[in-house]
């Protein structure tokens, strides 16, 4: 634990002497607005059935979008969310808002259209969302929208947690403009229990959806989950698509929806989607000249029930006269009509299929006794009425399969060069065709063929969890959204990030250091977007410590303070280069030590992961981690995964072999920084280089107690 008198989370930002030229980030496209690139945002999360909720601050419930509705009748109209469960989401989408107490302005008309939503069903649990950017005002994104958090925890949070200077006239104008609105609509005067339970429906959601942001990043994610090697160009026919749907006031259900998106695939994708139908005709395990693919017999490896041999190779009729299929297959056994059990290895349709299986296992099978167990007339198998009535059955589960790129099992995509094709048919599971992973494969799914992905290219994201980034990223990478968006990191540096091992991620101390400012807030000392838990002799040391060292720069007219809306921590001459546009700067007038309240931190502390989520670059085959000299590569994006590895042959060597491990958690994150610095490693998020092999570009990390040590003259400086 820090005591320097400096809040643990300041980030020592030190610019390298490596310099380049990088973009500052993508543009965006002239001429779409806002709101439809947040109806995109929807609508992916209602094709990737993926919760939307993960973006409203203090909503623990699962809200996975079903159907999105544009330019609504309702009170709240610029778009409305059904949920699975029937849970509505209401929302109002505000490119820029201000908090105000004039019934005319942006804010009072937002919060008038909440109330009369709220006077129609005011027992309902519905919810009411202000989508907005990060550039509003403070008061709505940062004091609003942690007011209403600590209202639905708690709808007394306020009686006995004094609110600072700015949350107090926030908490003053929403309760004031609820108040009057009501009044105007009902003729009826309103109370405190009303009112709590209108805020406690009130979301802000801040959602940076523009072109190079966080969110838009998570879409392009969730897209790749779903099998879309080309992302960006389906969020943005969904971005335009939705400029059309809210003039014709539409509504998009999933099976629109799906039926949309999977027509654009053709059209968006580099390589050519396939149909399962299709690519299994084409295979060979089609029987016949009729270009139909076989259903009526099972060809099974199982364990031997004799001792003679080690394993058996099974052929059976798969169907009664009544066109009912005679076995039942579960877990990993197969229970015939006569009852007795066997043990399955793996299920076929084909003999194709169990010859290609026994050569890939060659090795293991080669000093092994099987026996061969074939069944009587099987000619006409295939042709019989019950094997078309069931080819008709696959078939329309073929259809129903909205995801084809993805796998049966774990729903990640199968980005693999070629894809086995299996039916899913047995007691427990319900039945469904399309592509499964070799590593997911039941020994009762029924293989029906391997089909080759057209002109894949292997990316190292074969089996990348793409939807489990997504979920991370959403409430992730704090410190480096904050690196990217401020003002003070030019293009032609590389700012060398400082790290700290002293955290404790389950601190229960009692105090914690309060912070005053001469023009703003209070604040606390946070330590990694949490206000840090301290001893209370630790916490009075730390704020002597820090008043000591306000006084002597105050009196070198540099004093310490904070940013108005990330909390940045830094002396004046440092932070009025760091800061946004919107930001001002909070001189700091004194630390004091008070008793921590974790109903008062909850307003103060961000959900957001620190360094997490990041990725390891690892072999396949045997798991090490890659090196570059002495750089460990860290990647923030997966989808630039490929370009990077492009990037670094020009150091030489091959990195095809090459996969990505997500660090899915800040406490690993710090395992391995720790690992890597003790090895007189240098980790770097991104790294390319140039020709030479000389770095430039990349973030680099660098060991934060040993750089304050080093300026401080008291060591000498570390290499690397």
Not at 527 to 544: F, I, L, N, S, W
Not at 639 to 645: A, D, E, I, M
Request: a negative charge; glycine letters at 6%; one cysteine or more.
């Amino acid at each position: 634990m820090q005591v320097q008198g400096f809040p643990s989370e300041a980030i020592g930002l030190f610019t390298l002497r490596h310099r380049t030229t990088m973009s500052g980030g993508q543009a965006t496209n002239a001429g779409i607005s806002y709101q439809q690139r947040v109806a995109a945002w929807f609508l992916i999360h209602q094709y990737a059935r993926f919760s939307v909720s993960l973006n409203f601050n203090g909503v623990d419930e699962d809200l996975i979008p079903v159907v999105v509705s544009y330019e609504t009748s309702s009170s709240i109209d610029d778009l409305n969310l059904t949920c699975e469960k029937g849970r509505k989401v209401f929302v109002q989408v505000k490119t820029n808002i201000s908090l105000s107490d004039k019934p005319e302005s942006a804010f009072g008309k937002t919060v008038r259209q909440f109330v009369d939503e709220f006077i129609k069903s005011p027992t309902a649990r519905d919810y009411f969302l202000l989508a907005t950017q990060s550039s509003s005002s403070s008061k709505v994104t940062e004091d609003l929208r942690k007011l209403l958090f600590a209202l639905r925890l708690n709808p007394h949070a306020f009686d006995d947690n004094p609110l600072s200077k700015s949350e107090t006239e926030t908490l003053t104008v929403f309760r004031h403009t609820f108040h009057d609105c009501y009044k105007t609509r009902t003729g009826k005067d309103s109370d405190e229990v009303l009112f709590c339970k209108f805020a406690r429906r009130c979301v802000v959601a801040v959602l940076d959806i523009e072109s190079g942001h966080p969110l838009e990043a998570a879409c392009l994610v969730l897209l790749r989950s779903q099998g879309f090697k080309a992302p960006h160009l389906l969020f943005a026919l969904l971005v335009e698509n939705s400029l059309t749907y809210s003039a014709q006031r539409l509504s998009i259900d999933a099976t629109k929806l799906d039926s949309t998106i999977d027509r654009y695939r053709q059209e968006t994708e580099t390589a050519p989607t396939f149909n399962l139908l299709d690519a299994l005709l084409k295979e060979d395990n089609k029987f016949g000249g009729n270009g139909e693919y076989s259903v009526g017999k099972e060809v099974l490896i199982i364990h031997s029930f004799v001792e003679t041999a080690g394993y058996m190779v099974v052929e059976l009729h798969r169907f009664r006269d009544d066109c009912q299929i005679k076995s039942v297959f579960f877990e990993d056994k197969i229970r015939i009509i006569s009852g007795d059990e066997w043990r399955l290895v793996q299920r076929f349709a084909t003999f194709v299929g169990l010859e290609r299986h026994l050569k890939s296992k060659e090795d293991f099978y080669k000093d092994k006794r099987m026996v061969l167990i074939p069944a009587k007339d099987t000619d006409e198998i295939d042709a019989t009425p019950c094997a078309k009535l069931h080819r008709a059955h696959l078939a329309s589960l073929i259809a129903a399969n909205h995801h084809p790129w993805n796998c049966l099992h774990c729903a990640k995509a199968v980005n693999s060069a070629s894809a086995t094709v299996v039916e899913i048919e047995d007691r427990d599971t319900q039945a469904a065709v399309g592509l499964v992973h070799d590593g997911c494969m039941r020994p009762i799914d029924r293989v029906l063929g391997l089909v080759q992905i057209p002109d894949h290219q292997p990316d190292g994201l074969e089996s990348f969890d793409f939807r489990h980034w997504a979920r991370l990223l959403l409430k992730g990478q704090g410190m480096l959204n904050a690196l990217k968006g401020s003002s003070g990191v030019d293009a032609g540096s590389m700012p060398l990030i400082g790290w700290s091992s002293d955290v404790e991620y389950d601190a229960e101390y009692k105090y914690c250091v309060r912070f005053t400012h001469l023009n703003g807030p209070m604040t606390f000392s946070r330590d990694r977007g949490r206000v840090q838990r301290m001893r209370k002799d630790v916490a009075e040391e730390y704020a002597e410590g820090f008043n000591r060292k306000q006084a002597e720069a105050v009196q070198n007219k540099d004093p310490l303070c904070h940013t108005s809306l990330k909390s940045t921590f830094g002396p004046y001459s440092q932070l009025i280069k760091l800061k946004g546009t919107e930001e001002e700067l909070l001189v700091i007038e004194k630390a004091e030590v008070v008793k921590y309240s974790k109903l008062e931190a909850q307003a103060y502390d961000s959900d957001v992961t620190y360094y997490s989520p990041m990725c390891l670059v690892r072999s396949v085959e045997d798991e090490r981690l890659l090196n570059l000299g002495n750089i460990v590569p860290l990647v923030s994006n997966p989808l630039k995964f490929s370009s990077l590895k492009s990037n670094w042959q020009s150091r030489g060597g091959n990195f095809d072999d090459w996969e990505l491990k997500i660090i899915k958690a800040d406490q690993d994150f710090d395992g391995y920084l720790r690992m890597f610095f003790a090895d007189d490693m240098v980790p770097i998020i991104d790294p390319e280089f140039d020709l030479k092999g000389n770095l430039v570009k990349g973030y680099p990390f660098g060991d934060l107690n040993a750089m304050i040590a080093e300026r401080s003259g008291k060591a000498g400086p570390r290499e690397g």
